[in-house]
């Protein structure tokens, strides 16, 4: 299937014309190939909370920055090389947050910039072959969502008390290493809540596989603060679909 996300469709061109056909399209009212204004508005917020990859912190359990909780939950999900690759490719493709319930919206890559756009190929002739490839290759899932990768933003829909609550997010790093393949997400302004999360799967030495995953996180306003032990039940009960979610019993 071929990419949908209006980043990509930018790739190859210049920032100008990128430019141009981002305004284009946040302007042409709903449609399959279009992107709302709102949604195009979303990949320029800024994150809302200061300590941005912590999650990576040794001592996050011990330490955690100042007024979050922290926490942190692995589950063994199998063992050899076979497994490790199917696994990390689902979590790569957001399968940890749609396994645990959680709709994941259409994914907004970084707008195009000038590092970018690489230019043109010529011939010896001076004849335009195509563009030239960037540095950095987005890579897509089977069915054109965009695996997760630094800057892309993400509009997450999840439910609290029954009711669906929008919680868009940010990827901040991705972990791409010998034996441990992830990615972690920081929340945007209008979240439940503010903070970071990791999504790691592990090959260890003993042949093991484990999905890893870490946070620290409090309410984002004070609406969300009061109701902290339903937001903190919802979020334990998410950890744990998260887990599950890699889990050989669903047959993954």
Request: glycine share 12%.
């Amino acid at each position: 299937m071929a990419p949908s996300t209006v980043a990509e469709r930018e790739r190859g061109r210049s920032p100008e014309s990128g430019a141009r056909a981002a305004g284009a399209s946040a302007g042409a009212g709903a449609g399959t190939d279009t992107v709302d204004a709102a949604a195009l508005r979303l990949r320029d917020e800024p994150l809302s909370y200061a300590a941005v990859g912590a999650t990576q912190a040794p001592d996050l359990l011990y330490f955690p920055p100042k007024g979050y909780r922290p926490v942190e939950r692995q589950a063994r999900i199998g063992s050899g090389a076979a497994r490790f690759e199917t696994a990390s490719a689902k979590l790569m493709a957001w399968g940890l947050q749609r396994g645990a319930g959680i709709d994941v919206g259409e994914v907004l890559l970084p707008a195009p910039t000038s590092a970018d756009y690489a230019g043109l190929r010529y011939d010896e002739f001076g004849t335009p072959l195509g563009p030239k490839r960037s540095t950095h290759e987005q890579e897509y899932a089977p069915d054109g969502t965009p695996l997760a990768s630094p800057g892309a933003t993400a509009m997450l829909t999840i439910r609290l008390l029954g009711l669906p609550f929008k919680a868009p997010v940010r990827v901040v790093y991705q972990v791409d290493e010998p034996g441990r393949r992830g990615f972690a997400y920081g929340t945007l302004p209008g979240h439940p809540v503010s903070g970071e999360e990791s999504f790691v799967v592990e090959h260890r030495a003993d042949d093991s596989v484990w999905v890893v995953v870490r946070a620290f996180s409090r309410g984002s306003t004070w609406f969300y603060r009061l109701g902290a032990p339903v937001v903190r039940a919802v979020q334990t009960r998410s950890l744990k679909r998260y887990l599950g979610a890699l889990s050989p019993a669903r047959g993954l």
